[in-house]
Every structure is written in structure tokens, then in C-alpha cells.
């Protein structure tokens, strides 16, 4: 005699239980993730005779979930810090901790009107490039439009952003294959 093991059913609970996890770890985490080191496109053109700048924010990598319209733009500024190694204070050293710390770059773009500002987060060397070109960009009046793309951290932008917008892509994927097949299971299980 052989004996097989019956599968219970899932439960309606058990099932919401499990697609809440999955969609946390799957989908809220990688948007999140996406948007701490976000990556973002600066385009400016000449409309009307002003400087219209058009930032668009990115989520996992190419859905676009913020754009913003800046007419009357001025100027650029670039806001970035350095690489350096922080030696420890003597507060430190009296708690026991001598050790240097490295504090890392970050950069920001500051596209000017006015008084008023919008900020675009990007690598420190890219925000300083991006500045010069629009500064340069707004003095010749080029016809053309001076598009950029900005990233936070090529690494933190590109790579673990890439990952995450995988990660995302194939719960997606199994979901929509999951939500397509179940009609055909059921039908299956009827014939059966």
C-alpha cells in the first residue's frame, strides 16, 4: 500500500499572509531602495525665449514617479562634499574609540530661479558637471536641449537599483503568470 501525502489546501488567510510578505519584500522594499539612490533626467530647453527646466525622478530604474516643471530657470549651482577621513575627537578617544572614520562624498544640483530653488540629488562630480553644462547652456541660448542624466551613486543607482528592479520584475511576472493560470487549473480540476 502507498501512502501519499495529501497537500492541505491554502486558506484564503495563509494566501493574503504570504502575498503581503511577498509584496513587501518584493515590491515596497526595491521602490524604497529605488528611491534613496534615485536617478533622475534634467532636461532644459529654450520655450518662448525662457529657460524651461524638466526634472523627471525615476523608480526602479525607468518608471517615472515625479516630474517637475521649472520655468524661468537662472542658473545652476552644484552642492557637493568630499571624501575624507574624519580622525576620532577626544570625546571619542575617552570613550575608547580611536578610530578614523571615512565619511563619504554626496552632491547635489541646485536648478535657480530667483530666489527659488529645486534640488536633484546626484554624484558629486556628475552634479558639478551638470551645473557647468547648464550654466554654459543658459548663457549661449542653444537652440538644442541639454538633456542629463543624473544617478545618486553609480553603484547604489545602477547596480543594487538594477537588482532590486529585477527583483521587482520577476514577482510581477510570477504574479501576472499566476493570475493567467488559475483559471485553467480550476477548469483541470473540474475535468478531473
Known amino acids: 500500500m502507498t501512502s501519499q501525502a495529501k497537500k492541505a489546501p491554502s486558506t484564503l488567510s495563509s494566501v493574503i499572509i504570504t502575498q503581503a510578505i511577498a509584496i513587501f519584500g518584493f515590491v515596497i ?3 524604497l531602495i ?11 530647453e529654450y520655450l518662448d525665449g525662457k ?11 525607468f518608471i517615472p514617479w515625479k516630474t517637475e516643471r521649472i520655468e524661468g530657470v537662472t542658473g545652476a549651482r552644484a552642492d557637493t562634499t568630499t571624501t575624507h577621513t574624519r580622525k576620532a575627537t577626544s570625546a571619542e578617544r575617552q570613550r575608547g574609540d580611536s578610530s578614523s572614520k571615512l565619511v563619504f562624498a554626496t552632491g547635489q544640483i541646485a536648478l535657480l530661479r530667483g ?8 554624484a558629486p562630480e556628475l552634479a558639478t558637471e551638470t551645473a557647468n553644462a547648464v550654466n554654459v547652456y543658459l548663457a549661449e541660448e542653444s537652440k538644442q536641449p541639454l538633456e542629463k542624466t543624473l544617478y545618486a551613486s553609480w553603484s547604489l543607482s545602477y547596480i ?6 529585477a527583483l521587482c520584475g520577476l514577482y510581477v511576472v510570477g504574479a501576472a503568470l499566476a493570475i493567467i493560470t488559475f483559471p485553467f487549473k480550476k477548469l483541470r480540476k473540474l475535468n478531473q
Do not use: D
Request: net charge positive; charged share 15%; hydrophobic share 55%.
Open 29 to 31: 522594499v526595491p521602490i
Open 34 to 44: 529605488t528611491l534613496v539612490a534615485p536617478l533622475s533626467r534634467v532636461r532644459v
Open 51 to 61: 529657460a524651461v527646466a524638466t526634472i523627471t525622478r525615476y523608480v526602479l530604474l
Open 115 to 122: 530666489e527659488q530653488e529645486s534640488i536633484v540629488q546626484a
Open 160 to 165: 543594487l537599483g538594477g537588482i532590486m528592479t
